[in-house]
């Protein structure tokens, strides 16, 4: 429920308002907010209506995820599968063994890449579907085993430059003139394995580093941590919001990135801070736990 219930809130109340700032930059309506907020009741899908998951998509993914995961993880639970699982994060908790993980991710890209383009809409998009439901699933099975976070400690170096490397080529062959593949060739091949590699030796370098030098917990981490989830619901809106009137001033544009970087900033801090965080239902609607009561220690049980 912390993924749904968020996920809808932000479909009905505050992705709409991207909506309208979009339409009122492009001429297509000269109306208040107020006015135009209806048109979501309508249930029309974007873009034809206002009806739209924008940025939240991975949410929606990953419910959809979870979902279908579900039963497997319940499987897990026999001793027998439990005991496999274990065997099978030890064997991947080895720099060498871990880059085989890449295979079924390249495969992917050469059989669903061009056929089903990413979307972000769910239906009809096999592509990004399989290939992230692959990963969450790694994270299931090999997430756990503190041998696979060791080795990711150990080797992030060795991982982040190999990715580097592949990232270096992408930008030069293919995204730097936005000059991807268009059909299965040698250079599609090649962007398939280079993308898929970076993605993943990336992900352990930053498993590598995050084991170094972010395994503690203070304050501001735990502050923090909470307000990851409000702040990725909110912050496209406002930066759209912002951005609509920012970017009409006549000023240099480091100007204007640096004034709606901080108008943003300041406006999801004091959203989150004063009207989120203090209230039960406002953490319910935005994916937080509800806050722990503290327990009031009779005077008698102190003496």
């Not at 990004?128 to 997430?143: A, N, P, W």
């Not at 736990?289 to 503290?294: I, Q, V």
């Amino acid at each position: 429920m912390r993924l749904f219930i968020p996920l809808l809130f932000a479909m009905f109340f505050t992705i709409p308002m991207q909506v309208y700032f979009e339409r009122l930059q492009k001429g297509q309506i000269n109306i208040s907010y107020t006015d135009f907020y209806p048109t979501v009741w309508e249930l029309t899908p974007y873009p034809e209506g206002t009806l739209t998951w924008s940025h939240m998509w991975f949410v929606v993914y990953l419910f959809v995820f979870c979902m279908l995961l579900l039963p497997v993880f319940g499987l897990f639970k026999i001793k027998f599968l439990q005991q496999s699982k274990e065997k099978i994060a030890a064997i991947f908790s080895h720099p060498v063994t871990a880059l085989f993980l890449v295979i079924p991710l390249c495969a992917y890209y050469f059989t669903l890449y061009l056929k089903y383009p990413e979307q972000q809409s769910l239906l009809d998009d096999w592509f990004l579907f399989v290939f992230s439901l692959t990963l969450l699933f790694y994270g299931y099975i090999i997430g756990g085993s503190s041998r696979f976070w060791n080795m990711c400690e150990k080797y992030r170096f060795y991982f982040l430059g190999i990715a580097a490397c592949c990232v270096v080529a992408l930008f030069y062959g293919y995204w730097w003139q936005m000059n991807l593949p268009k059909q299965q060739d040698n250079r599609f091949y090649t962007y398939g394995i280079l993308n898929s590699t970076h993605i993943w030796l990336l992900m352990m370098s930053i498993l590598g580093f995050a084991k170094k030098h972010l395994n503690f917990s203070n304050r501001f981490l735990r502050y923090a941590n909470q307000a990851v989830y409000p702040f990725y619901i909110l912050h496209q809106t406002l930066i759209v919001a912002f951005g609509y009137y920012v970017v009409q001033w006549q000023a240099p544009i480091f100007i204007k990135l640096v004034v709606l970087v901080i108008l943003c900033f300041l406006g999801l801090f004091i959203i989150y801070n004063w009207l989120i965080r203090p209230f039960m239902l406002t953490r319910c609607l935005f994916g937080l736990k509800p806050k722990e009561k503290k327990l009031k220690v009779p005077l008698q049980l102190v003496m």
